[in-house]
T-cell receptor, first 113, second 115 residues
């Protein structure tokens, strides 16, 4: 089983739709979680960290479920500018050594007019 | 404010040639990373550095070498390029290591083709 798995999509949704992505991770020792956004032929940029209690940033809501080992990203009222690939990122610490960021392969979102 | 700058942005190499990718950051970050991104594979860590003069192997280090002689620069070297090293390379940096609340900043990427 891959360490971090995401549905690659693409998710094709109309403007104004609500869309949700899930990401599962295999290592229960995973400590920290993020969602990054990557536009075509551009570098990844941090969208939001994911906290245990869940967190919201405008139209974006992130949730963490440690028992089931998955995180989710909900985008409400989708905009054309939300079209991008969304990367799930998990940090795993191994016995106190430098934590390693593990990237999912990304979920592609395409918002249509 | 330049952030993380990578050079060159594009390069075509012949098999067996050598080259160096330069990453420079102006944020006084301790940690620097080199990733490669291939279609359907996601980002994979090649090497990283936790401070000036230190380097460590990541997930896919074979065929690459790195150096961190100055805090602001992290060099990625290909001694003898192979077609399997055709990829997009991203450099990144962060103030602390990978922890919650610590943002990792990426450069714009370097597109390398080995023919």
């Amino acid at each position: 089983r891959k360490e971090v798995e995401q549905d690659p999509g693409p998710f094709n949704v109309p403007e104004g739709a609500t869309v949700a992505f899930n990401c599962t991770y295999s290592n229960s020792a995973s400590q920290s979680f993020f969602w990054y956004r990557q536009d075509c032929r551009k570098e990844p940029k941090l969208l939001m960290s994911v906290y245990s209690s869940g967190n919201e940033d405008g139209r974006f809501t992130a949730q963490l479920n440690r028992a089931s080992q998955y995180i989710s990203l909900l985008i409400r009222d989708s905009k054309l500018s939300d079209s991008a690939t969304y990367l799930c990122v998990v940090i795993m610490n191994y016995g106190g050594s430098q934590g390693n960021l593990i990237f999912g392969k990304g979920t592609k979102l395409s918002v249509k007019p | 404010n330049a952030g993380v700058t990578q050079t060159p942005k594009f390069r075509v190499l012949k098999t067996g040639q050598s080259m160096t990718l330069l990453c420079a950051q102006d944020m006084n970050h301790e940690y620097m990373y080199w990733y490669r991104q291939d279609p359907g594979m996601g980002l994979r860590l090649i090497h990283y550095s936790v401070g000036e003069g230190t380097t460590a192997k990541g997930e896919v280090p074979d065929g690459y070498n790195v150096s961190r002689l100055k805090k602001q620069n992290f060099l990625l070297g290909l001694e003898s390029a192979a077609p399997s090293q055709t990829s997009v390379y991203f450099c990144a940096s962060s103030y602390l290591g990978a922890t919650t609340g610590n943002t990792i900043y990426f450069g714009e990427g370097s597109w390398l083709t080995v023919v």
